[in-house]
């Protein structure tokens, strides 16, 4: 019995099986192997799907073979060095990730307290929530300008890796200030009246109350922002020529080579998806308790 | 001097009254029973004690002082147990100790929450959390917590009603050898006469809200150790049952003979967005654009 409430998915109604025995057998085999077979379905019919476009309508697309061929070196050596826009595909991977573990980084040392004086404060709600609103929806491409504009005066920094911090935090904080305040707000009032009541100080109230009771929103929140930090890095490395997965995409298509631009957007998409996991297997174990 | 006093206490929320002109008054180690209906405004009275609520006209006081706020000086233990469900037990009884004492030793605070928390007899259990306890066993901690406080008075907001019969039995019987051992002033809120009788030296019931009021208090002469079973068939108690349950319902048949009220249901049953729409079935949500209109009548005195 978990006390606090949390939104949680009802488990599926199974679905009587056929009443024929054929039929029953047939409905046994499939729901035994559908959940290797399904998956494996749907990508072979993408995969035909481009086999089919490069030959007809988009002949400048590479098909899947040739994607394959071009492909292998960054895959075979992934941690190669051949220059600084031609390196393994894990190595421009690493790159981008550091990047985006400082943006995200800093997106959650500002997003969580800034998220808490939201919950706690209405007086900051009413101030804040209107620009917050108006900011959100900005989009990275639109921010970077301004990153660089804002740096572009410090002496001999790096201004496209300030740049590109700026955006990726600024982009990516938002999930984590707006659950962490509905995390404070949701606080059952039981909760705090235990706190009056046993008199906590202020600092206790927030360690051994506050904190705890708005960790599961908190973690969905850095969930979240990680899921947008990572949409991010591609726009700004894009935009600032930095080497990385997104910025090693935009190079190969300037030089008119497409056939590494699908090994790039399936690297993003698969690192996109094992932070997604690691980020839900961490959440979990915060909802169990 | 009484230890807790009521003065013409009053309490809204918005337009409704709740609580109208209450007064109380409640000795040291005595153990009153105040008995009500639900929705009757007992847990309102009952945070005004605590100090969570402030009256909005009279006065709430303590040992002749103003009560502006919770205290350790009058435990409170939940309705719904409120333990914090990311410590454990002795975590838990912890945290008011060591709130409470910060000039003991490490040692010294362990010792007084082990002592509280087996005088509950929850020693066994003493590393678990909340969710891995039972309700009975969760609102023992929740009473060790309160008089780990060692309070001068202990708030009992109706803490057995969501419980079993059997574990209520045991529990009253806890609460009952709690009052004979350490001669604990309580003030126990609860909607069951029975349990009342069982318990207090003196039973209050309060009116049917809005606007709640104390009738007038049913002392209860019987000896302790009260025995439930011999109780039943003693022919005082059955009289003094009857007294506390015609009080209940006077007051009762003298509010609004009936009340209507809308019930606006929720226009969306939850879905199961696990499962994918099927051609076939309808598996969309089910609208359930109904008002229903109910009318409840009070109870009559018959």
């Not at chain 1, 659950?179 to 949701?186: H, Y």
């Not at chain 1, 008119?256 to 790039?264: A, D, G, P, S, V």
Request: charged letters at 20%.
């Amino acid at each position: 019995m978990n006390s606090t409430s949390l939104p949680v998915t009802a488990s599926p109604i199974s679905t009587a099986p056929a009443s024929h025995p054929i039929r029953a057998g047939i409905y046994r085999w499939f729901s035994r192997l559908d959940w290797f077979l399904l998956p494996f379905a749907g990508g072979a019919a993408v995969l035909a799907l481009w086999y089919l476009s490069s030959a007809t309508w988009a002949k400048d697309l590479p098909n899947p073979t040739q994607t394959w061929i071009a492909s292998k070196p960054y895959i075979v050596e992934p941690f190669a060095k051949r220059g600084e826009l031609d390196q393994g595909i894990l190595r421009f991977t690493w790159l981008s990730l550091i990047l985006v573990a400082k943006g995200y980084a800093i997106a959650l040392v500002i997003g969580t307290p800034l998220g808490f004086l939201l919950g706690i404060s209405p007086l900051f709600t009413r101030a804040l929530d209107p620009i917050i609103q108006v900011l959100r929806p900005v989009s990275p491409l639109a921010w970077l300008p301004l990153g660089m504009i804002l740096f572009g005066g410090w002496k001999g920094a790096n201004v496209s890796e300030l740049a590109a911090l700026f955006t990726i935090s600024l982009c990516a904080m938002w999930p984590t200030v707006l659950n962490t305040a509905v995390g404070v707000r949701a606080i059952p009032q039981d909760y705090m009246n235990v706190a009056r009541v046993l008199k906590l100080s202020r600092w206790k109230t927030l360690t051994k109350v506050m904190i705890p009771a708005t960790l599961p929103y908190m973690f969905t929140g850095f969930r979240l922002s990680l899921g947008i930090a990572w949409l991010v890095i591609v726009a700004a490395e894009m935009l600032t020529g930095r080497p990385g997965i997104g910025g090693f995409l935009w190079q190969q298509y300037n030089a008119l080579i497409y056939e590494q631009i699908i090994l790039c957007i399936l690297t993003i998409g698969l690192v996109g998806f094992i932070l997604d996991r690691l980020m839900s297997v961490v959440e979990r174990r915060f909802r169990s308790v | 001097m009484p230890l807790l006093e009521l003065k013409q206490v009053s309490k809204r929320f918005g337009d409704a009254s709740v609580l109208n002109e209450v007064n109380l008054s409640v000795e040291e180690g005595e153990f009153v029973a105040i008995i009500g209906y639900s929705g009757s405004g007992k847990t309102t009275l009952v945070s005004i004690l605590a100090g969570l609520l402030a009256p909005d006209s009279g006065t709430a006081l303590f040992d002749g002082r103003a009560i502006e706020g919770p205290g350790p000086e009058r435990g409170l233990v939940f309705q719904n147990y409120s333990l914090l469900p990311w410590l454990t037990v002795v975590e838990n009884v912890a945290l008011a100790v060591d709130q409470l004492h910060p000039d003991w030793s490490d040692s010294q605070r362990s010792a007084h929450t082990d002592r509280y928390v087996s005088m509950v007899n929850l020693a066994a259990a003493r590393d678990k959390r909340p969710a891995e306890l039972s309700g009975g066993m969760r609102q023992r901690v929740s009473v060790a917590r309160a008089l780990a406080m060692s309070p001068r008075v202990l708030l009992l907001d109706e803490p057995l009603s969501a419980l079993d019969a059997l574990t209520r039995a045991t529990l009253q019987d806890e609460i009952a050898r709690l009052r004979r051992e350490q001669n604990q002033t309580i003030v126990l809120i609860t909607n069951d006469p029975d349990e009342a009788l069982l318990l207090a030296d003196r039973v209050i019931p309060l009116t049917r809200g809005p606007g709640a009021t104390l009738g007038p208090g049913v002392p209860i002469p019987l000896p302790h150790p009260r025995d439930r079973r011999s109780l039943t068939h003693d022919p005082m108690f059955q009289r003094l049952r009857r007294e506390v349950i015609a009080s209940l319902l006077s007051v009762a048949a003298r509010t609004t003979t009936s009340l209507s009220k809308d019930l606006i249901l929720p226009n969306l049953e939850p879905e199961d967005l696990e499962r994918p729409r099927s051609w076939s079935t309808r598996s969309g949500p089910v609208r359930l654009q109904e008002r229903r209109t109910v009318t409840v009548p009070a109870p009559t005195d018959d």
